[in-house]
């Protein structure tokens, strides 16, 4: 397996992407690069490679799930360390220099993304805006925004289909118009019928899902959307100092799916053109899809897990790494949700019991 680190030029520190700046900076020497700057600076690419197993390229190539437990190992370049890693991981962290590596073997070919959207929020920040959120949260528990536990945040690139397209529209139908007015004692109703058509065409631009069978869905999709102007074409050095994971789905997966959710969109659209009427009854809509295109990217995601102590069971946590918006399940403190109950039901309790003994029998 391929693998690369970008170093700085000045004293070969490993370069991270700083989400601020939009650079890539040495933790050592503090020095700052341009992406024109670090332009064939990659370390790695030719040396460090282990044999994957046979499996495995069949398993890449043919764009299926590997299964659970198969790995791949590959030699860090800073210092030789052999590091396994699973399947659709494709940049990580040594875990002995901790120098930030990229699998390039993993995103080349068909796996090659053809866009990005690199970190605007970096990890003080997303700390910061963890805080915020929780703290309006009342009834977690406090080990879940405990220092140990925020130390877990990790900036994670998730792989995603992008889907976009022309609707061609056609709409028929009947509109009618109603008008009531009141002369002297009599009420009149007035029906006026239409044929009503509309046609026209909607551009659909990146409808997403997600690519990657192990990441929750409910949470890589519930920080959609990203801005389209954020979309850039893919750079290797933007992984730098992430965890990145390749797709192990394919988009035939989510062609129907999709293909009716944007047909239906237009069709709405359609309507919602021919307002004005009291009913409207559709005869006829068609909507054709034209110049259909997907795309394959990687969108930054902050990630956050824990395990609740008594249930065992896992919370996850994600905040968009770009836009900030949050979702997540959250574990509930049992003995905050107790205190809350007895400051209601003890004074409600103690003034029905008093008034209970002053009424007379």
Known sequence: MAAITYKCPNCGGGLIFEPET??????????????????????????????????????????GYSAAGEAAVYSCPSCGAEVAT???????????????????????????????????????????????????????????????????????????????????GKLRAQGTKI????????????????????????????????????????????????????????????????????????????????????KDFALVKLKESAGGYSELKVSQQIADVEDARWDYGLFPVWTLTYKGPKDGKMYYFAMNGQTGKICGELPVDGGKLFGLFMCIFLPVLLVLLGVGYFLPL
Not at 139 to 158: A, C, H, M, N, R
């Open 179 to 262: 008008r009531s007015w009141t002369t002297g004692n009599m009420r009149y109703t007035e029906r006026k019928t239409y044929q009503v058509e509309r046609q026209g065409m909607v551009k659909i631009n990146y409808v997403a899902r997600n690519a990657i069978h192990k990441a929750d869905s409910r949470l890589c999709e519930g920080v959609l959307p990203y801005p389209k102007e954020g979309i850039k074409p893919f750079s290797m050095g933007c992984l730098s100092g992430f965890v990145a994971q390749k797709r192990d789905r394919r988009k035939e997966e989510f062609i129907p799916e999709v293909y009716q959710e944007v």
């Open 86 to 168: 699973d399947p659709t991981t494709a940049a990580t962290f040594c875990y002995y220099c901790h120098n930030p590596v990229i699998l390039s073997g993993r995103l080349r070919g068909e796996y090659l993304p053809d866009c990005v959207v690199p970190f605007s929020i970096d990890r003080k920040r997303a700390e910061g805006m963890f805080r915020e959120w929780i703290g309006k949260k009342k009834y977690v528990p406090k080990d879940f925004y405990s220092p140990g536990q925020i130390e877990k945040l990790t900036g994670v690139y998730f792989p995603y289909w992008l889907f976009r397209c022309r609707i061609d």
């Open 22 to 63: 939009q650079k890539y900076k040495c933790e050592y020497c503090l020095s700052r690069f341009m992406q024109a700057d670090l332009e064939g600076q990659a370390f790695g690419e030719n040396g460090g490679e282990t044999a994957e197993t046979g499996e495995e390229e069949a398993a890449l190539a043919d764009g």
